[in-house]
């Protein structure tokens, strides 16, 4: 009579080692659920714009994250957290690498370059969507206009500020200026036509015609401010 043979413990533990291990059908690791917080902003940017800030939960958005609500709450601090983080976003694809108050450059070229940069981010898309949110939740959620407010307008207004005040700045000025007019004077040059932009929706200029427009009011500025 033949018997099988009993493989040894220790050939057992072997070819139990070469089995792929099974991957877990429970909670994602720790990388998965980093990589989905990156994406919160990008997704919760998008429901914004789709949506409008009001209609858009926390629950909506963890739910498209594939995250948990509370991981909302510690990254972000809430939903107006997560709006900041949007729009902070936003403006370092456009500023990430520019430091006025570092730039050595002639001051129409400093200038002129911030603006450019402001108008492109002014001009885009998402921003032009978010302006006429802006528009129709002003009262309804206060919450939503201030913080756009501060991490979007009044940060440009003191980033401009802090430039114009630098001693070598302010030496090739003219004296007796508005000094706290001067960074929403710039501002508008930067926006232009805002009103009929808002209201009536006209084409969209090319960028050879935009550019020759945006240089053109900012040749008022630099003809009004400096000496």
Do not use: W
Request: aromatic letters at 6%; one cysteine or more.
């Amino acid at each position: 009579m033949v018997t099988a043979s009993v493989p040894s413990k220790p050939a057992a533990a072997k070819k139990a080692a070469r089995k792929p291990a099974r991957k877990s059908a429970g909670r994602p690791r720790a990388d998965e659920v980093e990589a989905r917080v990156d994406e919160l902003a990008t997704i919760a940017g998008q429901l914004f714009l789709k949506k409008g800030y009001g209609n858009v939960s926390l629950e909506m958005i963890a739910r498209e994250a594939r995250v948990a609500v509370r991981t909302i709450y510690v990254k972000f601090g809430g939903k107006a957290g997560l709006l900041g983080a949007v729009l902070m976003k936003k403006r370092q694809q456009y500023f990430a690498d520019l430091d006025m108050m570092q730039d050595q450059r002639p001051l129409k070229v400093a200038l002129s370059d911030f603006a450019t940069r402001l108008h492109d981010m002014i001009m885009s898309r998402e921003a032009v969507a978010l302006q006429r949110m802006l528009a129709a939740e002003a009262c309804s959620n206060p919450e939503f206009i201030q913080t756009f407010f501060e991490l979007g307008p009044n940060r440009t207004r003191q980033a401009i500020a802090d430039y114009l005040a630098r001693p070598d700045i302010r030496a090739q000025m003219r004296e007796g200026l508005p000094e706290a007019e001067l960074p929403v004077f710039l501002i508008n040059c930067v926006l232009g036509d805002q009103m009929t932009r808002m209201l009536l929706n006209p084409p969209d200029p090319s960028p050879a015609a935009r550019a020759k427009a945006l240089a053109q009011r900012l040749e008022l500025f630099y003809l009004a401010v400096l000496r």
